[in-house]
C-alpha cells in the first residue's frame, strides 16, 4: 500500500451553548486532522493535538511541507522505519513538540489503513482489547472560580462519570471543586504546571487531604521531579508533552512520579504509543494515557487504553454533542464508554461534519 496524498484538515468546531470558560474563553476548538490516502484507494485519519488558531496554523504547514514529503510514496507496512527517520531527520528541532505532533497524525492514519487492509481493529492489530467499555473521566474546564467548577462537577457527577478531573491552579479552588465528589469517585486535579515545588511541598497537607489519584503537572520546571523524593499521599501524574518512550521512561523512574501518561499526538503516533506502554510495562507506574481529544486520537487512545493489561479511564473533554465527528458519545459525560470494533480505528469522521467546520 503506497501513500499517495497526505492533507492536513483545518477545522473550526464552535461551541453552540458557551463562549467558553472563564479561565479559557475560546468559543471554538480547533482542530488539525489529517487524511493518508494510499494509490489503492484506502483512507486513514488521524489527529494533532491542537485547540489554538496559532499553533493550527503552525502543525498544518509542519505536517503538510515538513513532514509528509517523507511519506510520499513510501509504503504504509514502513510506518514503523518512517516514524524513526522523521525523529532523526527533525531531531534538531527537538525531540518534543510541533514536528512529533504532526508525525502523530500521520502515523496514526497509518495504523487507520493497516487496520482496514486486514480487516482488524487497532486494538486486535496491537494484541487484543481486555475490556470493551472503558470508564469516563469528567475533564473539566478551567473556571478560576470555586463556585462555577464546583456547579460544573456536580453536572458531571450527575451523569454518571466514573471520575473527575480539574484544571485549576488555586489550591482553595481545588478544594471546592472536591467537596461535592465521594470518596469512592477518583479525583485528579492538571495544574498545567503552575505551582513550583516549593509551592506544592509547603501546603503539603492540604494537597494530601484532597486523596488525589494524581496530581497532573504540578510544578514548574517539571526537570525538578527527577531528583524530588516522593511527596508522601500525593502521587504525580505527567508525561503528556514528551515526545519519545525513553523519555517517559526517564521520567517514571523518579521517585516521586506515581503516573506516566502517554499523549498519542504528543509522542508521535501509535507506534510510539506502544514503544512507551512497552517501556513502562515493569516500571513501578500506573499508566493513563492523555485524552484530551475528539477525534481520530481519542478512537486511538480508545483502542491503546483497550489493550493495556491495567484499566484506567478515558478523560472526556468539555464539548458538546453537535461538535462531534463521530456518532458514538466521545463527547458525552457518561459512566462509561465503549471501544470500537470496527476495522482500523473503527469509524471515519462523517464527511458533513468535515465541510461543516472545514476552514477556508
Same mark, same amino acid.
Given at each position: 500500500?503506497?501513500?499517495?496524498?497526505?492533507?492536513?484538515?483545518?477545522?473550526?468546531?464552535?461551541?453552540?451553548?458557551?463562549?467558553?470558560?472563564?479561565?479559557?474563553?475560546?468559543?471554538?476548538?480547533?482542530?488539525?486532522?489529517?487524511?493518508?490516502?494510499?494509490?489503492?484507494?484506502?483512507?486513514?485519519?488521524?489527529?494533532?493535538?491542537?485547540?489554538?488558531?496559532?499553533?493550527?496554523?503552525?502543525?498544518?504547514?509542519?505536517?503538510?511541507?515538513?513532514?509528509?514529503?517523507?511519506?510520499?510514496?513510501?509504503?504504509?507496512?514502513?510506518?514503523?522505519?518512517?516514524?524513526?527517520?522523521?525523529?532523526?531527520?527533525?531531531?534538531?528541532?527537538?525531540?518534543?513538540?510541533?514536528?512529533?505532533?504532526?508525525?502523530?497524525?500521520?502515523?496514526?492514519?497509518?495504523?487507520?489503513?493497516?487496520?482496514?487492509?486486514?480487516?482488524?481493529?487497532?486494538?486486535?492489530?496491537?494484541?487484543?482489547?481486555?475490556?470493551?467499555?472503558?470508564?469516563?473521566?469528567?475533564?473539566?474546564?478551567?473556571?478560576?472560580?470555586?463556585?462555577?467548577?464546583?456547579?460544573?462537577?456536580?453536572?458531571?457527577?450527575?451523569?454518571?462519570?466514573?471520575?473527575?478531573?480539574?484544571?485549576?491552579?488555586?489550591?482553595?479552588?481545588?478544594?471546592?471543586?472536591?467537596?461535592?465528589?465521594?470518596?469512592?469517585?477518583?479525583?485528579?486535579?492538571?495544574?498545567?504546571?503552575?505551582?513550583?515545588?516549593?509551592?506544592?511541598?509547603?501546603?503539603?497537607?492540604?494537597? &494530601? /487531604? %484532597?486523596?488525589? *489519584?494524581?496530581?497532573?503537572?504540578?510544578?514548574?520546571? @517539571?526537570?525538578?521531579?527527577?531528583?524530588? #523524593? =516522593?511527596?508522601?499521599?500525593?502521587?504525580?501524574?505527567?508525561?503528556?508533552?514528551?515526545?519519545?518512550?525513553?523519555?517517559?521512561?526517564?521520567?517514571?523512574?523518579?521517585?516521586?512520579?506515581?503516573?506516566?501518561?502517554?499523549?498519542?499526538?504528543?509522542?508521535?503516533?501509535?507506534?510510539?504509543?506502544? &514503544? /512507551? %506502554?512497552?517501556? *513502562?510495562?515493569?516500571?513501578?507506574?500506573?499508566?493513563? @494515557?492523555?485524552?484530551?481529544?475528539?477525534? #481520530? =486520537?481519542?478512537?486511538?487512545?480508545?483502542?491503546?487504553?483497550?489493550?493495556?493489561?491495567?484499566?484506567?479511564?478515558?478523560?472526556?473533554?468539555?464539548?458538546?454533542?453537535q461538535m462531534a465527528p463521530f456518532a458514538i458519545g466521545l463527547t458525552t459525560w457518561k459512566p462509561?464508554?465503549?471501544?470500537?470494533?470496527?476495522?482500523?480505528?473503527?469509524?471515519?469522521?462523517?464527511?458533513?461534519?468535515?465541510?461543516?467546520?472545514?476552514?477556508?
Amino acid at each position: 500500500m503506497i501513500i499517495e496524498r497526505i492533507d492536513p484538515i483545518a477545522l473550526r468546531v464552535p461551541f453552540a451553548q458557551r463562549a467558553g470558560a472563564p479561565g479559557d474563553p475560546s468559543d471554538a476548538l480547533h482542530m488539525v486532522l489529517c487524511r493518508v490516502t494510499t494509490r489503492s484507494g484506502l483512507v486513514g485519519y488521524g489527529e494533532c493535538l491542537c485547540n489554538r488558531p496559532p499553533m493550527q496554523h503552525g502543525l498544518v504547514a509542519t505536517m503538510r511541507d515538513a513532514v509528509a514529503p517523507l511519506y510520499l510514496g513510501r509504503s504504509v507496512e514502513e510506518r514503523a522505519s518512517l516514524n524513526v527517520a522523521v525523529r532523526v531527520r527533525f531531531a534538531s528541532f527537538g525531540r518534543a513538540g510541533a514536528v512529533l505532533n504532526a508525525l502523530g497524525a500521520i502515523d496514526t492514519a497509518l495504523w487507520d489503513i493497516a487496520g482496514k487492509a486486514a480487516g482488524q481493529s487497532l486494538s486486535q492489530m496491537i494484541g487484543g482489547a481486555k475490556r470493551t467499555h472503558v470508564p469516563v473521566m469528567a475533564s473539566l474546564d478551567r473556571y478560576d472560580h470555586a463556585g462555577r467548577v464546583r456547579a460544573r462537577v456536580e453536572q458531571a457527577l450527575a451523569a454518571g462519570v466514573a471520575s473527575v478531573k480539574v484544571h485549576e491552579y488555586d489550591l482553595a479552588v481545588i478544594e471546592e471543586a472536591r467537596r461535592p465528589v465521594g470518596a469512592d469517585i477518583p479525583f485528579v486535579a492538571d495544574c498545567n504546571n503552575a505551582h513550583t515545588l516549593a509551592d506544592i511541598t509547603r501546603e503539603l497537607a492540604r494537597w &494530601r /487531604a %484532597l486523596n488525589l *489519584l494524581w496530581l497532573e503537572d504540578p510544578v514548574w520546571p @517539571p526537570e525538578i521531579l527527577l531528583d524530588t #523524593p =516522593a511527596l508522601p499521599g500525593v502521587p504525580v501524574g505527567l508525561g503528556a508533552d514528551l515526545g519519545s518512550a525513553e523519555q517517559l521512561a526517564l521520567y517514571a523512574k523518579a521517585p516521586s512520579v506515581a503516573v506516566a501518561q502517554p499523549d498519542v499526538c504528543m509522542i508521535g503516533g501509535v507506534t510510539e504509543s506502544l &514503544r /512507551a %506502554l512497552a517501556a *513502562l510495562r515493569d516500571l513501578n507506574v500506573s499508566v493513563a @494515557p492523555h485524552t484530551p481529544f475528539i477525534g #481520530p =486520537a481519542a478512537l486511538a487512545s480508545l483502542h491503546l487504553i483497550a489493550a493495556m493489561e491495567a484499566p484506567t479511564f478515558f478523560a472526556t473533554v468539555e464539548a458538546e454533542d453537535q461538535m462531534a465527528p463521530f456518532a458514538i458519545g466521545l463527547t458525552t459525560w457518561k459512566p462509561e464508554i465503549e471501544v470500537p470494533t470496527g476495522p482500523g480505528l473503527g469509524h471515519d469522521p462523517d464527511p458533513a461534519w468535515l465541510k461543516r467546520h472545514a476552514m477556508a
